[in-house]
């Protein structure tokens, strides 16, 4: 099941709960549903938010920017990760192992 085909999607067990919101089909929408905007404000969940440019202003003050771009090669992609408030410091340490080639490689 695609999660592009819902607004959100939520995930229980583990550590805590992680929302996934896909904003690409709210783009038309005037306002956002109210039980996303408790998502993005929850601080008892991750909420992880696709096409998340397109309502930047309900952005909470404490996130993480992660950016994906298609590279030529379509079977590449380059990551940035903004991390404004310092809240996950050690993020692209521990995404290392995942990496094959780093930036300015």
Excluded at 23 to 43: M, Q, T
Excluded at 54 to 62: C, D, F, G, L
């Amino acid at each position: 099941r695609s999660p592009t085909f819902t607004l959100m999607l939520s995930y229980h067990g583990g550590r805590c709960v992680l929302h996934h919101v896909d904003f690409y089909r709210l783009n038309e929408s005037p306002e956002l549903p109210g039980e996303i905007l408790e998502a993005i404000e929850s601080d008892r969940a991750i909420t992880v938010v696709e096409w998340a440019d397109i309502w930047r202003e309900v952005w909470p003050e404490h996130y993480v920017h992660v950016s994906f771009e298609i590279e030529d090669d379509t079977n590449k992609r380059r990551i940035t990760i903004e991390d404004p408030r310092g809240i996950c410091p050690d993020l692209a340490k521990e995404l290392d192992d995942y990496v094959i080639e780093p930036a300015g490689a």
